[in-house]
């Protein structure tokens, strides 16, 4: 029988040049258990025949342990009909590598009087398998990393935008379930769970990427749940190896919170340039005022940093806060007291700890406060061994309803005669008689009585 014909067309024992052969022709002498092929043959197990006899013995021999079995039978069943003729085994070569071959048993031939010759083909399939192994490895990798990941992952196609891949983090974000998604993948399936007026938006940044952008939308969800949320959306083109836009990718985030935290950041910002004007008027007028009624310099500063000191420690107690939280009025009033060493076994407080304040009055109020201890103190009930300060406060509503804070002051003495009110004392009743209405809308009255300072102060109160 004639030597078999490589893949390259060179007969078997001739030259072989170039790249080591990926198919090869032999037959099996089954009789003598001997192979006869052509070089390629060789090449391809890499061995040579001074080296290795060619039999089926010596190929088994170098088969995967694992493999072997199963090839050894396909040969020895080859003349049987409806049997599959081909086997895909691992080989190992002399050096060690393992390659991966294809047998296909192509017919049996039966020579007279013995068990005959089997013909086929040997096929080395290394690098089709090194390949569909990594791209299954990079496949898994994918969709691992896309399972695991928090956002939504999704690609479509660029022609159609039918959906091709959705990930599993979207149940979790859109509240809906991704196998009925994938089931019907059209864009209108999608488009529903968004909100009506934020459409628009999805659309053209669809059409943007079709056109080769990178897009980043945001727009608003209704969840399966019927909860709102903020998705921001990355759009990207996916290119074929001519450059043309075949898949749109997309990576999903929920950003409903950040949304909202920057909200509150617009808020807290617009908050605090309200305050610091207001800080900067009532600086100024305390300034002024100030230095109307003294008549040194020295009275000037010691009067004006009193003033900015009751200021700052209303500021204090407004930066201390958590977000959202308030200062309550029997805290500002403590802070005073603490403030002017006031002995507090001669002085009354009666009231609800839990009455909060707009953050807007408290400076204002805070200088009132200050302004009537400062009075109590020097002039008033507290300068006296014999004197008394009763302060009281309520909440309770005006006539439209409107939520209130009144506060009630009253100094009790004897012997100390109420300050002149065009010297000591002035600024203080400027502040409540007129500071406060206009300021705060609050309702004040302001007495100078021989016994001190009576004074009531009714101060809206935030709604809640």
């Not at 408290?362 to 200050?370: E, G």
Request: charged share 30%; proline share 4%; hydrophobic share 40%.
């Amino acid at each position: 029988m004639p030597m078999p014909v490589d893949a390259g067309g060179a007969e078997a024992g001739g030259p072989r040049h170039g790249a080591p052969a990926h198919l090869a022709g032999w037959v099996w002498h089954v009789g003598s258990d001997a192979i006869t092929w052509a070089d390629s043959g060789f090449e391809m197990d890499g061995y040579r025949p001074s080296l290795v006899a060619p039999d089926m013995r010596g190929l088994l021999s170098r088969v995967h342990e694992h493999d072997r079995g199963r090839l050894h039978a396909l040969l020895l069943r080859a003349d049987e009909e409806r049997v599959d003729s081909t086997c895909h085994f691992r080989y190992w070569l002399p050096d060690g590598q393992q390659r991966h071959l294809l047998l296909k048993t192509l017919f049996r031939l039966r020579d007279a009087g013995g068990p005959g010759r089997v013909a086929g083909t040997l096929h080395d399939v290394t690098d089709h398998v090194d390949i569909e192994k990594a791209l299954h490895e990079s496949m898994a990798r994918f969709a691992q990393f896309g399972e695991a990941a928090s956002d939504v992952l999704w690609i479509r196609n660029a022609r159609s935008l039918r959906l091709e891949y959705l990930s599993q983090a979207f149940d979790g974000l859109y509240g809906c379930d991704r196998g009925t998604m994938l089931a019907n993948p059209t864009l209108d399936s999608w488009t529903r769970l968004i909100l009506p007026e934020d459409r628009h938006r999805v659309h053209e940044a669809l059409e943007r990427v079709r056109a080769g952008e990178r897009i980043v939308v945001e727009y608003r969800i209704r969840r399966g749940d019927g909860a709102i949320r903020w998705m921001r959306n990355t759009k990207f083109p996916l290119l074929d190896c001519e450059g043309r836009v075949v898949r749109i990718g997309g990576i999903g985030h929920d950003a409903t919170e950040e949304k909202e935290a920057s909200g509150r950041a617009q808020v807290l910002m617009a908050e605090l340039q309200h305050r610091t004007r207001n800080l900067m008027a009532v600086m100024r007028a305390v300034a002024e005022r100030t230095l109307d009624e003294c008549g040194t310099l020295g009275e000037f500063r010691d009067a004006y940093c009193n003033r900015i000191t009751a200021i700052a420690r209303a500021h204090t107690l407004l930066s201390s806060l958590d977000e959202g939280g308030t200062v309550t009025f029997d805290r500002l009033l403590f802070e005073e007291l603490e403030a002017h060493g006031a002995d507090r076994a001669r002085v009354v407080l009666d009231g609800p700890g839990d009455v909060a304040l707009e953050s807007a009055t408290l400076q204002t109020l805070a200088l009132a406060l200050h302004e009537l201890m400062t009075n109590a103190t020097k002039y008033g009930a507290l300068s006296a061994a014999s004197g008394r300060l009763e302060v009281r406060w309520r909440r309770g509503r005006r006539e439209d309803g409107t939520p209130v804070l009144r506060m009630e002051w009253n100094e009790v003495s004897h012997g100390t005669a109420p300050p002149d009110d065009g010297r000591k004392g002035g600024y203080g009743r400027e502040l409540i008689e007129r500071a406060l209405p206009y300021q705060l809308k609050a309702r004040t009255s302001y007495r100078l009585t021989g016994h001190g300072v009576e004074c009531v102060v009714e101060v809206p109160l935030p709604v809640r």
